[in-house]
């Protein structure tokens, strides 16, 4: 198989349609026949990311490289960036405002959870300027 | 537990992919905290929530959910039941609380044996 790349632009302004990216990856690697195991740890890996850029930085931009042995997600945001990704790291640590809870997510699991369902998770990030996750899984 | 049983226990209405009555489930879920349902679910194919959003069809589809249970009587606007419709999950509104409605599944067999803690 011939390694595929797919690209997206995630939309900061609107909470409603985020996890499209997600979605379209997660039709793309059903259609191409990955284990059901691999798919979800992707979907679920790649839509806390989206998520994360959706609330916590206003958006930006979705790739997915997906080969025979590995899919690799890459989310690359221009928002304000993670002061210290140790901390940002733990269960339970989240700066999201009230009104992101209100809609059901800010309970500081997403970063965790990301590690848990990938195989390497590589986070860059310098304040002011945004902040890039690197996410690797095996299939 | 078929998806039948379950409007028949929550005495709910359908909303869309009636088609999927038939379906067997296993286990379900009850909460308003997507955060949560994403970090520690597991095969869990039945979302009770009063969370009303659009992310909570997403949710329920990257955990690959059969059915979505609205409770307190909640129904959800066009953009979130298209939503559902294009991604052949069940939608249900029922007049219990979460509590209940989680309480009536339970109660009726809906679980897996085994300890349930994270
Ligand atoms: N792309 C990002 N840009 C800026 N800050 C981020 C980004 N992603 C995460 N963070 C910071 O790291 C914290 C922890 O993120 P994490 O995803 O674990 O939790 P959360 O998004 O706050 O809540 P949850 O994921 O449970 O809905 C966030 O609250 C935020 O402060
Ligand atoms: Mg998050």
């Given at each position: 198989m011939e390694p595929i790349v797919l690209n997206y632009q995630v939309d900061g302004e609107d909470f409603s349609t985020a996890g499209e990216a997600s979605s379209a990856v997660k039709k793309a690697l059903k259609q191409l026949g990955f284990s059901p195991d691999v798919i979800r740890r992707v979907a679920i890996a790649m839509y806390e990311g989206e998520i994360n850029m959706v609330i916590h930085a206003d958006g930006g931009e979705a790739t997915a490289e997906i080969s025979q042995e590995e899919i690799r997600i890459i989310l690359a945001d221009r928002g304000p960036?993670?002061?210290?990704i140790d901390l940002a790291m733990q269960e339970g640590y989240s700066t999201a405002p009230e009104e992101v809870r209100n809609l059901g997510?800010?309970?500081?699991?997403g970063l965790p959870n990301i590690k848990k369902y990938s195989d390497e998770l590589k986070i860059e990030s310098t304040p002011g300027v945004g902040t890039t996750l690197r996410i690797l899984i095996r299939t | 537990m078929k998806l039948s049983k379950v409007k028949e226990l929550l005495d709910a209405e359908i909303?869309?992919?009636?088609?999927?009555?038939d379906c067997e489930v296993m286990n379900a879920c009850g909460s308003d905290m997507m955060s949560d349902v994403l970090a520690y679910v597991k095969d869990q194919s039945i979302l009770l929530t009063g969370l009303m959003n659009p992310q909570v069809v997403r949710t329920a589809q990257m955990m690959d959910m059969k059915c979505i249970v609205f409770v307190r009587g909640k129904k959800p606007n066009e953009a979130v039941l298209s939503l559902a419709e294009e991604n052949g999950i069940m939608v249900m509104t029922t007049e219990y609380r979460l509590y209940t409605a989680c309480g009536l599944l339970f109660s009726n067999g809906l679980y897996c044996e085994g300890v349930d803690k994270v």
């Open positions: 960036g993670i002061k210290d997510f800010g309970a500081g699991m | 909303l869309c992919c009636d088609g999927a009555l």
